[in-house]
């Protein structure tokens, strides 16, 4: 069962800098959303910008923003560096958190446990195969 927490060390309108991929220093994590999990423990809702992600699904061939990652605790923990600002407006988020929540609810998805950068890796090695299966 998820329930929403505030009194973590990570708190909704917090923008992080992170161990970004070299090409990608400025950008920056916006914490959405806070919960705790029975089994799994702390959850971060997070929303990425300023990235460079390939993918042909956007005009101009790349992508500067993931939407949502649900992440452990520990894998904000490893990755943040530097608190840039607090109690920011929060991006829009909302879509691909219910999308992730439902799937949740229905055994269909996890959270990311790996640092951000292996995180952001990762979703653009799989966007690039699904773009090249079409």
Known sequence: ???????????????????ARPYEDGSTLTVVKTEVHDRLGAIVHIHLQGLRIRTPRH?????????????????????????VQENAPLPD???GYQQWRDAFDAGG????????AEMVS?????????????
């Open 93 to 95: 988020f909302e879509e």
């Open 1 to 19: 069962m998820l329930r929403t927490v505030d009194n973590g060390k990570f708190q909704r309108g917090q923008v992080w800098k992170y161990h």
């Open 109 to 116: 998805a996890g959270i990311w446990t790996v640092p951000i």
């Open 122 to 134: 990762a979703l653009e090695s799989i966007i690039s195969a699904q773009d090249q299966e079409k």
């Open 59 to 83: 005009s101009i061939g790349m992508t500067s923003v993931i939407g949502h990652l649900p992440c452990s605790e520990e894998s904000i923990t490893q990755s943040v560096t530097q608190l």
